[in-house]
Nanobody, 128 residues
């Protein structure tokens, strides 16, 4: 059973840094696109970043470009989201998700409905 497990969320001060992890179980990362999303109560789920392994590609939303970095380590089947200079508006529950990379035409996408497998989410609170 394909499974994704997020970790690393918590309380971080504005301007600090935080690294989220998305561990993949029972599937090979290189065959999937992994996306990071976040959701605040009452709002739609927002796509932040995604990555594919082969061929390698990444994509970022305008809201996090230049502040967040996505990376993957196939040896441990984990995708990371490095958050730099987080701000209070980044407070949300963060989710990772996976979709079959063969369904892509070009780079990975940030549309949540395209992703089939989802983790349980990890909450991030940015506050002083």
């Amino acid at each position: 059973q394909l499974q994704l497990v997020e970790s690393g969320g918590g309380l971080v001060q504005p301007g600090g840094s935080l690294r989220l992890s998305c561990a993949a179980f029972d599937f090979t990362l290189q065959y999937y696109a992994i996306g990071w999303f976040r959701q605040v109560p009452g709002r739609d789920r927002e796509g932040l970043s995604c990555i594919t392994g082969s061929p390698s590609s990444t994509r970022y939303s305008d809201s996090v470009k230049g502040r967040f970095t996505i990376s993957g380590d196939s040896a441990v089947s984990t995708v990371y989201l490095e958050m730099r200079n987080p701000q209070p508006e980044d407070t949300a529950v963060y989710y990772c998700a996976a979709m079959d990379a063969e369904l892509l035409i070009g780079r990975c996408v940030l549309t949540s409905r395209e992703y089939e497998y989802w983790g349980q989410g990890t909450p991030v609170t940015v506050s002083s």
